[in-house]
């Protein structure tokens, strides 16, 4: 979920798919799914049972990738037969097989961990879990998927994009082995794991799965948190930083999204055990080991993405650190598209709705 982190927490990318144009089409591009989604569900009640978790989730990963190519499409403004001739195998490959498949079956897993956690588990009603581990997931990847055809789109028309959230400058990042990166995963990993192990000494049975997921969502949240004032300042007074930024956006960024993917990645892993390891959610080791790897993630991500966010930082019209984030000012981010994109976005924007009206016709 990486991409989905980078288009909303880097100011650039935020920008760009905010725009109100490209939130009305969007809200379109995620509506059709949700219906053909639903469609494959009612059709598929019929053929076969989706009561078996792996058949759940290859039918929602198979979905979400058909969707994925289809949203890509339609924010690329592209034919399908030029796709790969313009984009190459290797990024429509990953379209497919990351934002599609995998991503797909991550919500999917998402889904049913959380309805699980309410008591409305999936093994004793397989229907209604089965039919919002389809719907919901192929909406939400028509969304990022159409997001990034957008961007690869503007990249096209001749904006220069400094990140792209396909993960590429994250790879060069690990390659270079950077002792501070490292150090945050292993203490965010370290920190989390051993409040899990201490929660298991005093919570058991099922109540313990939401005491865990509170203290590592929370504890991973603040890792997340200094993790990215570290990434911004290349692991050196990361403190000051800290410490000079006003409470408000501090909060803001450990609620969203610090707590929001904590928990996020938290319920995947919990997913994945009840679902695809078929593991009873009562071990102490089971619980330290989700806790780790959630905590090891945010610290790995928010470190990457204040990292490009120093970089973005040096750009000329970068915007102001009270504008970081989205939901949260969404309204002063379209306010200063202006000042980012410049004219001549204005004028690539015209392009793009006559070539979507172009090939809708």
């Known amino acids: 979920m990486l991409h989905r982190l980078a288009l909303r ?20 591009v995620m509506f059709v799914p949700g219906l053909v989604a639903f469609t494959v569900y009612r059709a598929a009640k019929q053929g076969f049972s989706l009561a078996e978790p792996m058949t759940l989730l290859l039918l929602s990963g198979l979905i ?18 030029r796709l790969v001739a313009e984009d190459g195998a290797r990024r429509v490959g990953w379209i497919l097989a990351w934002i599609g498949f995998v991503y797909g079956i991550q919500l999917s897993l998402l889904v049913l961990a ?87 000494t005093i919570v058991s049975g099922h109540p313990a799965v939401l005491a865990h997921g509170t203290i590592v969502t929370m504890a991973a949240g603040t890792v997340a948190l200094f993790a990215f004032f570290a990434g911004q300042t290349g692991g050196n007074a990361w403190m000051a930083r ?28 919990i997913g994945v055990c009840l679902y695809v390891l078929k593991q009873p959610i009562d071990s102490v080791e089971l619980f330290a ?13 928010c470190y990457y993405l204040g990292y490009r966010r120093h970089i973005e930082d040096r750009q000329p019209g970068g915007v102001p650190s009270a504008l970081l984030r989205c ?35």
């Open 114 to 200: 959380l309805l699980w956690l309410v008591g409305y588990d999936y093994a004793k009603h397989p229907d209604g879990p089965a039919m919002m581990a389809l719907i919901i997931p192929s909406t939400a990847v028509a969304r990022d998927a159409f997001e990034i055809g957008y961007l690869r789109w503007l990249e096209f028309s001749g904006r220069s994009l400094v990140t792209f959230p396909d993960g590429a400058e994250l790879r060069i990042l690990l390659r270079r082995v950077n002792p501070a990166l490292l150090s945050w995963i292993a203490a965010g990993s370290l920190a989390c794991a051993s409040l899990s192990v201490i929660m298991s």
């Open 64 to 81: 979400s990738m058909g969707t994925a190519a289809c949203a890509y499409r339609v924010g690329r403004a592209l034919p399908f037969s």
């Open 289 to 301: 080991a989700v806790a780790g790897m959630v905590g090891g993630l945010m610290a790995l991500y």
């Open 327 to 361: 939901p949260f000012v969404m309204g002063l981010l379209g306010k200063s598209r202006e000042a980012l994109s410049g004219t001549s976005l204005l004028g690539s924007r015209a392009v793009f709705d006559k070539n979507s009206q172009r090939m809708s016709s």
């Open 9 to 28: 927490v880097l100011p650039s990318l935020t920008v760009a798919v905010t725009e109100d144009s490209v939130r009305k089409r969007k809200r379109l």
């Open 242 to 269: 800290v410490a000079a930024t006003p409470w408000r956006e501090l909060l803001k960024f450990w609620w969203w999204p610090g707590l929001a993917f904590a928990s996020t990645y938290y319920l995947v892993l």
